[in-house]
């Protein structure tokens, strides 16, 4: 059909399963399919193994594996992912499966590490596809044109990122099936103010509070951030650094406005352990003795805390709005990361120079 989308009696839909799947991606897609009515089929390696989620929230046997079934009894296959991909491309079977469903027409939808599968089937080369930002190159060595969207459509291949994509991933493949949900009428895809939280919610996803917790330890984080900054710009004498400290705490205090934000759009607010208590009396006696380089070596730590908790929470929920804050700010601090560094490399350069050059003007005798 020229737009790929199937009609028709019910849906067949195969979902592959190895250990360490990303348990949301595995359970997401499996739970909007069968709510849609989807026939839906979990394929392993073999079916007398229970597959573990990474997170253990799965534990799955499979109903036939990717010998014995054939691509063309289905109108889609879905791989999640996790580890469970890494695993999937050593399965000749399975890699061949994919392969005779891509080459007979069938809808096929990778999300996160799912395209590494693709990847062994050669299956990327002239698609544009997305995926885990860690297997970019890989995809792009493997001929696709990377595209950091939530979800990319290429005629009978979907892909998606991450967990955040989940409610809009599973949201195209049902279109694409051309399965309804009564009393749930399925948003737009690109429509970025939809209510994603709660179709993921509802699907098997994050909770409100769960998205409430990680929103208020971020908040946490920041707080921290700028307590600790603000008493860095003012140990500061040097302009350039003093200037620079101002600023990562400027960006501290907007990065929490926004994180407010959010938590009010889901009608809660900010925990009561939320602030950064305690930090001064943390701060206060290292600052006395501290000179130009710590303070420098002391504000990167902070800041690589800060880029490391950040990129953990992108990979946690399964809202792509909130998903998008930290994201925001995880950039925001790898930029603030470098720069300190920078700085630290080129004054640690300086002093070491400084320390070396031979002292002039000292009487020579014979």
Not at 46 to 66: C, F, I, M, P
Not at 187 to 202: K, M, V
């Amino acid at each position: 059909m020229a737009n790929n989308e199937t009609t028709g009696g019910t849906k067949r839909v195969a979902i592959l399963i190895e250990q360490h799947v990303e348990d949301s991606e595995f359970q997401i897609p499996y739970n909007a399919l069968k709510e849609a009515g989807a026939e839906v089929t979990v394929l392993g390696s073999r079916v007398n193994e229970t597959y573990q989620g990474k997170n253990l929230k799965v534990s799955q046997k499979a109903d036939r594996t990717t010998t014995d079934a054939l691509a063309e009894e289905f109108d889609c296959v879905v791989i999640p992912g996790g580890a469970a991909p890494d695993r999937m491309r050593t399965n000749m079977k399975t890699v061949r499966f994919v392969q005779d469903a891509v080459e007979s027409g069938k809808l096929v939808a990778a999300v996160c590490h799912g395209p590494q599968v693709l990847i062994e089937g050669d299956l990327l080369k002239g698609k544009r596809a997305t995926g885990f930002r860690a297997i970019r190159k890989d995809m792009e060595n493997a001929g696709a044109t990377y595209e950091n969207a939530h979800l990319v459509e290429d005629g009978q291949l979907i892909t998606s990122r991450r967990p955040a994509d989940l409610p809009i991933f599973a949201s195209a493949i049902l279109k694409r099936l051309g399965l309804h949900i009564k009393d749930k009428p399925l948003p737009d895809t690109d429509d970025q103010s939809a209510d994603w939280q709660q179709l993921a919610e509802g699907w098997g996803g994050s909770t409100k509070a769960e998205i409430d917790d990680a929103l208020n330890t971020a908040i946490r984080g920041e707080r921290y951030g700028l307590t600790a900054f603000e008493h860095y710009a003012d140990k500061e004498a040097d302009a350039e650094l003093k200037s620079l400290f101002t600023e990562v705490a400027d960006s501290k205090r907007r990065h929490i406005a926004m994180l407010e934000e959010r938590l009010g759009n889901l009608g809660e607010k900010e925990g009561l352990q939320a602030a950064g208590s305690g930090v001064w009396a943390t701060l206060q006696s290292w600052l006395q003795s501290s000179g130009e380089l710590a303070l420098l070596q002391r504000a990167m730590g902070d800041l690589q805390t800060g880029v490391v908790d950040a990129f953990n929470l992108t990979t946690q929920l399964t809202d792509p709005v909130t998903t998008a804050v930290f994201d925001e700010i995880e950039v925001a601090i790898a930029k603030q990361e470098q720069r300190v560094a920078d700085i630290y490399h080129a004054r640690r350069g300086r002093e070491k120079s400084e320390s070396a050059t031979p002292t002039t003007g000292a009487a020579v005798t014979a």
